[in-house]
């Protein structure tokens, strides 16, 4: 009875050792441990609640406003040189466009000019080939006269009615005749001069038409004629000459030729325009090559002409 008591004892004896020797300094070292935790923190939060609390001093302020400063300048001037850089690109390409269109407009002028004196060109000439024309027709220069003639005759004949209708008011205004005499007598002028010249022009055309064939053709009969010997026809029916356009040499195939060289000319030049101007439309403008004097100019209208009547 007694030694299950001791052993008892004894086991409770070495629990509480135990306990006081492993269990107890564990226990302490982690309420130690909690305790430091808390008190870091608490020191963390009363840290913090001091920064946010306490005024920044000002040298720190004007070091970081300094610093901001100088940033935002050098960034301005950054963009700033990147917009001058871009203005002057801009300004170099207007200045290049605008040379472009000046040159186009130039070339275009150029064009143009040439354009107009080839057709100055080709007038003149025609002109001077009409004017030799009727020098060396005799027919064309008294046609023109009688051109003239018969405008002159207008002419008086209107002026003959205008002092008639003067004369008129002044007959019924005042009883004067003499304007009324006068413009009768200039009338009467302009018919004269007008039937003259109507006459002229008759005499004229009939001179000018073709002659009638010697022969006419005789009317047909109601029977027919009867050949004694059908091979002998007896008469064999002349050839008609050619006309005068189709004979070389005549002056109505020159003028023909002339005419047809002019048309085909024109033809030409509006065609070369044309061409040109399409080209300008598809391709950039060359520069413009030196131009050929009037002189150079006319003598190559008169050649083409001369190759296109001689052709």
């Known amino acids: 009875m007694g030694g299950q008591i001791l052993g008892g004892g004894a086991i409770a004896l070495v629990v509480v050792v135990l306990w006081l020797v492993y269990l107890l300094p564990t226990w302490q070292a982690r309420m130690r441990y909690g305790a430091a935790e808390r008190n870091a923190v608490r020191l963390n939060q009363a840290l913090r609640v001091l920064a946010e609390t306490s005024e920044t001093p000002d040298e720190v302020r004007v070091e970081l406003s300094r610093r901001e400063i100088a940033k935002q ?13 871009l203005r002057d690109e801009y300004d ?6 605008r040379r472009i269109e000046n040159e186009a407009k130039l070339e275009r002028s150029r064009r143009d000019a040439e354009a107009a004196r080839i057709s100055r060109a080709i007038e003149a000439e025609e002109a001077r080939l009409r004017v030799a024309q009727m020098q060396a027709d005799p027919r064309a220069r008294h046609a023109a006269a009688r051109r003239r003639g018969r405008l002159a005759a207008t002419a008086t004949l209107v002026a003959g009615l205008v002092t008639i209708a003067i004369g008129v008011w002044q007959l019924l205004a005042v009883a004067q005749w003499v304007w009324f005499a006068a413009g009768a007598a200039v009338t009467v002028a302009g018919l004269v001069a007008l039937r003259r010249m109507s006459v002229v022009a ?7 038409a073709p002659s009638a064939p010697a022969a006419e053709a005789r009317p047909e009969r109601g029977e027919q004629p009867v050949l004694m010997n059908p ?9 008609l000459p050619a006309p005068l ?11 023909v030729a002339a005419a047809r060289a002019r048309d085909g000319l024109r033809q030409a030049v509006r065609e070369e325009a ?11 403008v060359p520069l413009a090559p030196p131009s050929a004097d009037d002189a150079q100019i006319e003598q190559h209208v008169r050649d083409l002409l001369a190759r296109r009547a001689a052709g």
């Not at 170099?92 to 466009?97: G, H």
């Not at 091979?231 to 050839?239: F, L, Q, V, Y």
């Open 245 to 255: 356009t189709a004979t070389a040499g005549s002056r109505a195939s020159e003028e």
């Open 73 to 85: 300048h050098r960034l301005v001037k950054q963009l700033e040189a990147e917009d001058d850089r």
């Open 274 to 284: 044309a061409r040109e101007r399409i080209i300008e439309r598809q391709s950039p």
């Open 231 to 239: 091979e002998d026809r007896g008469w064999t029916p002349r050839r």
């Open 202 to 208: 008759s005499r004229a055309r009939r001179s000018a």
């Open 92 to 97: 170099r390409a207007e200045v290049e466009r």
